[in-house]
């Protein structure tokens, strides 16, 4: 499943030079894995698994793993690359400084952060 909040987040980043590529089937992190970053993915698709249940699939402009920062916890999925992807990892500096500095990406994180949350509750009742 993957969500419209009307954010590019990919646009916001593509530029960054310090985009990096992952090869397809590759797992950029695990349940459990400490959460020191998000990630925007500027090409490409992600599958985000929990307990090996497929539970989204993300595709360019979209971010995943903000949660850990959110929560300073660990993981909460399993991240995939599906195809070979383009990705920017955002540590927590940067983050607090986005969210601090520009509405856009704030709010952007807010409405994906609520859709999410719908979703799930839409999945489970």
């Keep these: 499943m ?3 909040v009307n954010v590019d987040f990919g646009a916001m980043f593509r530029n960054d030079d310090r985009a990096y590529g992952v090869d397809a089937g590759s797992v950029i992190f695990n349940e459990g894995d400490p959460g020191d970053c998000l990630y925007v993915i500027l090409d490409g698709e992600v599958d ?3 307990h090996e249940h497929q ?3 993300l595709k360019a402009g979209e971010i995943f793993g903000e949660m850990a920062l959110v929560e300073a916890r660990s993981r909460s999925a399993q991240a995939v690359a599906r195809t070979a992807c383009r990705l920017v990892a955002v540590d927590e500096r ?3 400084f986005l969210v601090a500095q520009t509405p856009y990406f704030a709010l952007g994180l807010l409405r994906l952060l609520a859709s999410r ?3 799930m509750d839409e999945t489970v009742s």
Excluded: E, H, P
Aim: charged share 35%; hydrophobic share 60%.
């Design 48 to 50: 985000i698994r929990v």
């Design 55 to 57: 539970v989204w699939r």
């Design 2 to 4: 993957s969500l419209d």
């Design 94 to 96: 940067r983050f607090l």
């Design 117 to 119: 949350l719908r979703a």
